[in-house]
T-cell receptor
Framework: GAVVSQHPSRVICKSGTSVKIECRSLDFQATTMFWYRQFPKQSLMLMATSNEGSKATYEQGVEKDKFLINHASLTLSTLTVTSAHPEDSSFYIC??????????FGPGTRLTVT | TQLLEQSPQFLSIQEGENLTVYCNSSSVFSSLQWYRQEPGEGPVLLVTVVTGGEVKKLKRLTFQFGDARKDSSLHITAAQPGDTGLYLCAGPWAGGTSYGKLTFGQGTILTVHP
């Protein structure tokens, strides 16, 4: 149980375009979803916390207009990287929780901006 | 600010050796979790420790939670190449109202050579 999927797993886009990443909890309703960014050989960096039906809470230093988060249902959250630039290239991971502090992570999305 | 200090940051060992990873803080945590992440994948929850002094075993992995609930350790016996990955400790974030949010350690990159 507690399976989280992410789509796409890899995406290459051109500078200036937007990319949407989906995060789904497959077998449970997620009260909260989180979006992380991870650089090579480093820990996870929390970008934002997302609750269904309400605005996401962004961490300090994360541009909310650049990283748009929509949490339309208890099983789906999306992250849209708008006007992507090469410095946005990274590994993006979502996680979901259903009431406790144990988070269940998606497999990640590798974004490359050319 | 709650900080989780993990050590060592890098560990490179031969198959069959034993190892211990430490996760320390000056703050008390209600629980601590350990995750393992393989390259290109999302982290996978290994265990949650809740009670001070608790010891949990998962095959060759032994997890301890300090009596004061400020530290935890992960001991692997007879490491195998399949244990290779990034190990992360995490605990509930105590600030604000973001329920379910975690504080992560910096991670330990373990490489087990055949």
């Amino acid at each position: 149980g507690a399976v989280v999927s992410q789509h796409p797993s890899r995406v290459i886009c051109k500078s200036g375009t937007s990319v949407k990443i989906e995060c789904r909890s497959l077998d449970f309703q997620a009260t909260t979803m989180f979006w992380y960014r991870q650089f090579p050989k480093q820990s996870l960096m929390l970008m934002a916390t997302s609750n269904e039906g309400s605005k996401a809470t962004y961490e300090q230093g994360v541009e909310k207009d650049k990283f748009l988060i929509n949490h339309a249902s208890l099983t789906l959250s999306t992250l849209t990287v708008t006007s992507a630039h090469p410095e946005d290239s990274s590994f993006y991971i979502c996680s979901a929780t259903f009431g406790g502090y144990e988070q269940y992570f998606g497999p990640g999305t590798r974004l490359t901006v050319t | 600010t709650q900080l989780l200090e993990q050590s060592p940051q890098f560990l490179s060992i031969q198959e069959g050796e034993n190892l211990t990873v430490y996760c320390n803080s000056s703050s008390v945590f209600s629980s601590l979790q350990w995750y393992r992440q393989e390259p290109g994948e999302g982290p996978v929850l290994l265990v949650t420790v809740v009670t001070g002094g608790e010891v949990k075993k998962l095959k060759r992995l032994t997890f301890q939670f300090g009596d004061a609930r400020k530290d935890s350790s992960l001991h692997i016996t007879a490491a195998q190449p399949g244990d290779t990955g990034l190990y992360l400790c995490a605990g509930p974030w105590a600030g604000g109202t973001s329920y379910g949010k975690l504080t992560f350690g910096q991670g330990t990159i373990l490489t087990v050579h055949p």
